[in-house]
């Protein structure tokens, strides 16, 4: 009887000690996604004063995402090659000394993430902000630039020429394939579906 209660006791432990080591995230496991692929474009607005902010906030520019986040988007990248087209990527994960200046220079909810309070998902390195291009690098029309901010951004706004709801739904159908979603506001915005079990990290990328 007692080997048998010992034998349980074991099993459980063994048990619990599997299921926390599923379902712990690692803390910093972002990785820079061009060294999973070459086959993307990139076009980091922070990293020049070309943004809503008009001002630099990142020191270089580099797309690092938490390595299921990155994985699958090389893999949603793969999917769109076959069809003509290409990711180009605005903003992967986003450190929280960015996150920090963004909101020094504009101290708004709407528009920028309160670091001292939830702050963001791209600080946690689940979120991504991309478009699709040809794959010559020719610009595919969205409706509206990169940080648009205005109901012509939203997902549900349709008074746009077919092209460019075929264009949105095809970045769409793709991203929420391999498993990312969308948020109403912002046709460039992705997180990916397991983002909210990740941490906010502060990792300096340009070093
Ligand atoms: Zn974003």
Partial sequence: MKELINKLAYTFI?????????????????????TLSDNFDYDFRYATENNFLK??????SKCFL???VAKNLVKANDSLHKLG???????????????????????????????NKRGS???????????IVKLDGTKVEMGTDFDHFGKEAHHNYINLDKQILN?????KNTLLYFGFNSIKTEWWHYNYYKSNTYDIVQKDICK
């Fill in 167 to 171: 264009n949105r739904i095809l970045l």
């Fill in 121 to 131: 998902i791209h600080n946690r390195g689940g979120a991504v902000d991309l478009t």
């Fill in 85 to 115: 087209y290409k990711i180009k990527l605005y903003d992967c994960y986003r450190p929280v000394s960015v996150q920090k200046k963004m909101w020094k220079i504009l101290p708004d909810g709407r528009y920028v993430a309160n670091p």
């Fill in 66 to 68: 938490r390595k299921d």
């Fill in 14 to 34: 063994f048990l619990l000690v599997s299921k926390l080591a599923i379902s712990q995230t690692p803390k910093d496991d972002l990785i820079d996604i061009s």
């Fill in 55 to 60: 001002e630099k906030v990142y020191d270089c």
